[in-house]
């Protein structure tokens, strides 16, 4: 058997279509166009790559970009102040701090200065505490994602056993809530986890969200289940040559490997493209959502949890 393959980047450009949607008719109907901003301290090459991305997506679907670069050395004093501004300014209605941040800032304290109504990363301790409670929330962005193509290939979740490994408070912990609340069987599985192998293998769906390149292996699969690899990390790919500093290539690979379980699964995302393009669309999504809330206006519906 081989896996039906989840395609990330149509699904996630299907959001995003719907998102622009929601970014017209609030301009023609209502005057308004959401904002968000993004804040970025120092230099880290990867974060780069992201806000670049997220800026450029946030305009595509025609909402308003604010970027905030800050130096690798901005005190917390100042990074407060300019998270202060932005959640006092009416144009914004989303404010993203890009992780991680430099070690001398303390990332907890910083988060949740954000006002909650505009944390679309959804990483403020209200936030968090709202969807574990099952109310209303800003849900992060990652598992978002990963929540909407699991409805989106099996319709209702409810009664299935899911396995989220990784406890992370960006994905594991908001991923496992979001299961939960759609009426799943729920195991949080870590590095910890006594018999590993086994707890994977009850599962109908296996969210993976460790960070350990190829980690799963297609026998750790239940026939037929639903894998989606939250992993993106690089490896050498001596197969694909040297570059011109004679380095060896390298590619993206995920926290299952993928050959092995795609043999095995009913329905796994790949990576590159899987969960990786439906984080910026759901981000887009919780934008909106939150430009919506702010008016008083009913908000979209589809694009949140
Ligand atoms: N760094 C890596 N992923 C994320 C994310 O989802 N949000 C933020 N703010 N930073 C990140």
Request: with cysteine; proline share 6%; aromatic share 2%.
């Amino acid at each position: 058997m081989t896996a039906t393959v989840i395609d990330g980047k149509a699904f996630a450009e299907k959001v995003r279509a719907q998102v622009a949607q929601h970014v017209t008719a609030l301009k023609e109907k209502h005057g308004i166009t959401p904002g968000l901003a993004v804040v970025l301290v120092g230099e880290d090459p990867a974060s780069q790559v992201y806000v670049r991305s997220k800026g450029k997506m946030t305009v595509e679907v025609g909402m308003n970009s604010y970027e905030h670069k800050l130096e690798a050395d901005t005190s917390e004093a100042d990074l407060l102040a300019v998270v202060d501004k932005l959640n006092r300014d009416p144009e914004v209605h989303g404010i993203l701090v890009q992780l991680p941040l430099p070690k001398h800032l303390d990332s907890d304290l910083v988060i949740n200065s954000i006002d909650p109504a505009k944390d679309v990363d959804g990483f403020h301790i209200s936030n968090v505490g709202l969807l574990g409670t099952g109310q209303k929330s800003m849900v992060p962005c990652t598992p978002l994602g990963s929540l909407m193509m699991l409805r989106g290939h099996h319709g209702s979740l409810s009664g299935m056993n899911a396995v989220v490994l990784g406890r992370s408070n960006i994905v594991g912990k908001p991923m496992a809530q979001l299961l939960l609340n759609d009426s799943c069987t729920v195991t949080i599985a870590h590095s910890r986890t006594k018999d590993l192998p086994d707890v994977v293998r009850r599962a109908d769906i296996v969210v993976a969200a460790v960070g350990r390149a190829q980690m799963v292996p297609g026998d750790w699969i239940k026939p037929g289940a639903t894998v989606i690899d939250v992993g993106i990390n690089r490896i050498d790919a001596p197969e694909k040559g040297t570059n011109e500093d004679g380095s060896v290539k390298t590619r993206l690979v995920g926290d299952v490997d993928y050959e092995s379980c795609a043999q095995v699964a009913g329905a796994i995302t790949p990576v590159p493209g899987g969960v990786g393009p439906m984080t910026i669309a759901c981000l887009l999504a919780n934008t909106v959502t939150a430009c919506c809330r702010a008016k008083g206006l009913p908000e979209p519906e589809g694009l949140t949890a």
